[in-house]
């Protein structure tokens, strides 16, 4: 077989995948309340997910941490916060609500 029906060959077998069968893109608009403190973020709603898409859920560890910070916020007050690994934010977002300054990374 010459080169060029080699490579017509390979090229027949090339298969294109749209890039929504790897990363899921499967927003919504999801409603957080830690006390009188409302948030709404756009996020994945899945229970597990792949390690790259792990920023783009609201952890269990999270919502029990803004509860607490909720019913605790005095102590938040004028204090500087770096939330790192930040992924939504909804931590930092409530934080910001009750600190001097905040920055999410």
Known sequence: MDQQGKQE????????LDESFFINDNYQLTTFTFGSEVIQLLCLQSASTDFD???QLVWPGATLLNDYL???NEMLKGCSVIEL????GVTGILCSRFCHKVVLT
Do not use: A, M, Q
């Not at 060959?9 to 294109?16: K, L, T």
């Open 70 to 72: 909720s019913k605790n």
């Open 9 to 16: 060959e390979e090229e027949e077998d090339i298969v294109c």
């Open 53 to 55: 898409l792990t920023g």
């Open 85 to 88: 690994g930040s992924g939504v």
